[in-house]
Structures are given as C-alpha cells and as structure tokens.
C-alpha cells in the first residue's frame, strides 16, 4: 500500500490557476502509475488525468486537455497537477489515485487513494 495526501486546493475565479499535489509514503513511488480523479456534487468520479512511473506518458480527459498538466517528481515522491484557466465546472474534490506499473483512466483500476482535496471555481 501507498499512502497518499493532497494538497493544494481552495477558492479560485475563473480563468486562474491552482497546483495540486499529492505526496506519497509507504512504497516505492516509482513502482506506481499516478492519476488524477475529480468529484463534483451529486456526479461520479471522473478521470482527469494520469502519468506513467517515469512521467514519460500522460494522458487527459477531453475535458482537461490544454489547461491541465500532470507531472511528477520521484525524488521527492510527489505528483503534481497544475491547472490553468479554470472554469466553475471545474469545481470538485480533487483526488489522487496510485497503481502498480502501468497507466489508467479508470477508477476502478486505481487501489490507493488520498482523502482529496476540494477546488471552488468562482465565476
């Protein structure tokens, strides 16, 4: 198991930016493909983006792509996911997810999760 802890969340307007991150303990960091899920009010989780263990492949939900990037830092056992020009339907809890070796963009796939952290987009 990994342990996961997210950061970096709050109240932002529309079209600023926020980081996410999320720092991982436990396990070996490089061992674990990461990923980014989002959950607003009354809907699923859904996938927003997710990285390879050496960051060399990302990938993103239609939704996300251009104003969001994913990135990690191994040293220090940590994945990032930096958001621009967000919109109020951005607004959800924010979660980071681990798996073993290989990349997905499903829920389900993902057996470590952080507690989350909620993002507000003001419009």
């Known amino acids: 198991q990994v342990q996961l802890v997210e950061s970096g969340g709050g109240l932002v307007q529309a079209g600023g930016s926020l980081r996410l991150s999320c720092a991982a303990s436990g396990r070996t960091f490089s061992n674990y493909a990461m990923g980014w899920f989002r959950q607003a009010p009354g809907k699923e989780r859904e996938f927003a983006a997710t990285?390879?263990?050496?960051?060399?492949?990302?990938y993103y939900a239609d939704s996300v792509k251009g104003r969001f990037t994913i990135s990690r830092d191994n040293a220090k056992n940590t994945v990032y996911l930096q958001m621009n020009s967000l919109k109020p339907e951005d607004t959800a809890i924010y979660y980071c997810?681990?798996?073993?070796?290989?990349?997905?963009?499903?829920?389900?796939?993902?057996?470590?999760w952080g507690q989350g952290t909620q993002v507000t987009v003001s419009s």
């Open positions: 990285i390879s263990m050496r960051g060399f492949t990302t």
């Open positions: 997810a681990a798996r073993r070796m290989v990349v997905a963009t499903l829920a389900h796939e993902y057996d470590n």
